[in-house]
């Protein structure tokens, strides 16, 4: 079993202590507001890690990409959930997954979409599960909740002999608040639109059976989810600097970080050069119009606890440049010699693991194991 | 064979033409310079690419990881410059490819740097041949040309018993710039200083016969490169919008894309949702600093042409938005349906090929082929 000095840098280092705890209090949350949980898989991409979710009583799993579908399914998760509108090239995929076993659910925000899936099911003799997606927030895709589009999509699932299997929402603007009350609004503002669609559609007399909703911070802020199903979630396993202005964690619950090794200076400015640029953080800059700028990183000594005040203030492809976030240190070689390792909390935890072909994850006794992840489509 | 229509989405492509035409352009104009040229791998890490160099006139290669290394090494690539400043601890790996018989060169810019490696090079009875990095414009890591560090680290190196190789700058600057005027005054800034600190060198007794320089602006840019023996750039080789913006490339030039697929709209805002978020773009923003900014990148028909005024937008994990970068196209869901196909040209080809396993490069004659690239370190 390798320990941390063995490690080679730079490399993604997953705190088992600080994930175990994450996905415990979320749970634990999840389990009080009597709702389902199905975490979101993207975070990691690493079975080990979305194993601990399930045996913490995660009930299915939501995916990104039909790659993980197929990868956890292969390692015998079936109740699957891909949170992306449904491409029609991508339905022979999805077939193929579903006639092996596997309870793949797709989703779509179209009348062209639902057709689509509606006519390949037809053709190929297969009840697709669709779930409508419903937009809460103006982020990204989905149909408002009090939208036309609603009851037509729909219908043409529906009617087109799908199983219309409910809806889903995620309200990504979560990501712009850093305030309880800003928080509480937005989480109600999920709920209530979700929950106000399903009313839509049971009224018309279609059914929908799941309500879905989740983001980290709406999860974590949610007190009450009457008339939602279940909850998804994904960064929170492992929570990032992000999620840190947000309002939804502690420094010290980052369990994911980068592990460094000073190889120059540039004295006069104040820089300590490292071997870790945005290649192994990514090019996330996420913190750059919230509260706290943590430049590319919160830099850490190599056993994880923070050094105030000084960031990855910048980055190249495998350098970084370690500096004060205010200010010149012109001591910077004395107090990072070149050799000394570090790690370095990320901006996004999703975009961060990307990266890696792995994470090591680190045990309380100062163990670490080789998680593998997976990336691509 | 593939053809273009068989792949699934998001995917890299590779135009191999337009490839082909980057690297004679290059070889070529260093040719003509009468200089040697190193590309540097760190952008395709694809052993087709590498080779197509190669075969080009290339003389070794230039990494930015051992990982990259080892696997063009075990390709039977033996002339290698690892252009990071060496981490003590990645010695033994440099020591193993080199007594495999790989020609490995490593670099520093510090005494403490060059005194770790003689001195780990003394305990193994290694030489290992080490160039020194200069810093020609502040950019990042590096001795000044007029440096007082520059004979303290050559002598530690020759007094030490290493091999000083010569001298390596890198332009970074030059990636700001965006006038043949500025183009033309950061080369020769990056010429004049690393001719300059070899002549101190030689001066002082030292060795120095190489004397390498290189971006992609400031190589495509020099046009007398007196005192300098070779040449290093990496993104020439499949541009992209941000070398387009500094002005060394045209858009049909760009050799690198994103094929994708339209799964969604907010007909209202204007947006077509995409399945190329930032993980198939990556979260580079290159061009957002420069004279046009591109979003995420620019919307071209799978055919290749670009869609004058539609970029993408903005992108989540596995979600894109294309849209008008000016103004509003209530047509959006007419003019680009669900199940169309399109292709984007990315900020920054480094970035935008590493969220990739593997490339698709298409032929001439419509015919795909998968290349694998690697990642990690």
Redesign the interface.
């Known amino acids: 079993m390798d320990r941390m000095r063995d490690l ?4 993604a280092v997953i705190d088992i202590g600080r994930m175990q705890a994450n996905i415990e209090r979320m749970q634990r949350h999840m389990d009080a507001l009597g709702v389902r949980f199905r975490p979101h898989v ?1 975070t990691s991409k690493c079975l080990p890690v979305v194993q601990a979710q399930i045996a913490a009583g995660a009930q299915g799993i939501t995916v ?2 039909l790659k993980e579908a197929e990868q956890f399914f292969a390692a015998g998760i079936t109740d699957i959930l891909y949170a ?7 339905l022979p ?1 999805v077939l193929a997954l579903r006639r092996q076993g596997c309870d793949l659910k797709i989703i ?3 009348v ?2 639902a057709q ?1 899936v509606a006519r390949f099911g037809k053709e190929q003799a297969e009840v697709f599960e669709v779930w409508i997606e419903i ?1 809460v927030d ?1 982020h ?2 989905g149909i408002p909740p009090e939208g036309e589009a609603l009851l037509a999509v729909a219908r043409a699932l529906h009617d087109g002999g799908m199983r219309l299997g409910g809806l889903m929402a995620h309200a ?1 603007a979560s990501y712009d608040c850093d305030t309880p009350k800003a928080l509480r609004h937005i989480t109600e503002q999920e709920r209530g639109g979700t929950v106000r669609a399903a009313e839509r559609l049971r009224q018309a007399g279609l059914p929908c059976p799941v309500v879905s909703v989740g983001s980290t911070p709406t999860a974590l802020s949610a007190q009450d989810l009457r008339g939602v199903t279940e909850v998804r979630a994904g960064v929170y396993v492992f929570f990032d600097l992000v999620m840190h202005n947000v309002g939804v964690c502690a420094m010290e619950e980052l369990a994911l970080s980068v592990l460094t ?6 004295e006069e ?1 104040g820089w300590a ?1 490292l ?1 870790a640029g ?3 953080m ?4 996420g913190t750059q119009k919230q509260k706290h700028d943590f430049g590319y990183g919160q830099v850490c000594t190599e056993d994880g606890e923070p050094v105030a005040g000084y960031v990855l203030g910048s980055a ?4 970084g ?1 370690l500096c004060r976030a205010e200010g010149v240190d012109r001591e910077i ?1 004395a107090r990072f ?3 000394t390792r570090l790690r370095i909390l990320p901006n996004h935890a ?2 961060t693991g ?5 994470y090591h994850a680190l045990r309380a006794d100062g163990s670490v194991e080789t998680w593998p992840r997976f ?3």
Chains 1, 2 share one sequence.
């Open positions: 080679g840098t730079p490399a993207k990104s990409t992306v509108s449904i491409a029609p090239t991508k995929q779509t925000d179209s062209a979409g689509a937009d103006g990204r895709s990504g090794t000073v190889i120059g200076h540039q400015k050069i071997d945005w290649m192994a990514s090019r996330d800059r190249n492809q495998e350098h440049i070689a010699p070149v050799g999703c975009a990307a990266q890696h072909p792995e990336y691509g489509w």
